[in-house]
């Protein structure tokens, strides 16, 4: 069936373009949401006039892109989580997570637009994209950070736990000792 759009569908077409798609697809969807409609001789000639004021204002939101993606390029956002032994995340980054990261530098951009080739889930640095409008897209670097800095390893605890106890016997005759273990012992 063919169908008029009346919007811009990713992944489908641009306002004003004709495109084929099965009949269930346009009579549930597309027709009730009004973002296609039957292309009657009516309908193309409206769509001309709709389609050049689109033209225009997508010129302009190019250039508000433009100008947004000279903000973002430059920034690095650091966002500390909980992490195992081997980097590993308990969770991971959301885009959610992006998204008020951006806010608190000052750059406001749906989370939609965020788009993560894979779930950030080790620490260290990775690069997410952003895509701002059709063909501009900007690259942030995110720093993944251990949550309340790195604890201090435990083998090193140990350690000085046997230290400290065989310490004492060090300095002990060899009578002495003897006896002392004699004394641990019971």
Partial sequence: MKILLNETIEGLGRLGEIVEVKPGYARNYL??????????????????????????????????????????????????????????LFGSVTTMELQAKLEELGVTVERKKIHLDEPIKKLGSHTIKIKLIEDIEAYVKVEVLREGGEPEPVADVADEKETHNYASYDS????????SMEDDEE
């Fill in 172 to 179: 002990l005759e060899e009578d002495e000792y003897d006896e």
């Fill in 31 to 88: 027709l009730p949401r009004k973002l296609g409609l039957h292309p009657t001789k009516h309908n193309l000639d409206v769509m001309k006039y709709k389609k050049i004021k689109a033209d225009k204002q997508l010129e302009l939101d190019k250039l508000d892109a433009m100008e947004q993606k000279g903000k973002i390029e430059g920034l690095i956002i650091s966002i500390e989580k909980k992490a195992g032994d081997s980097d590993t």
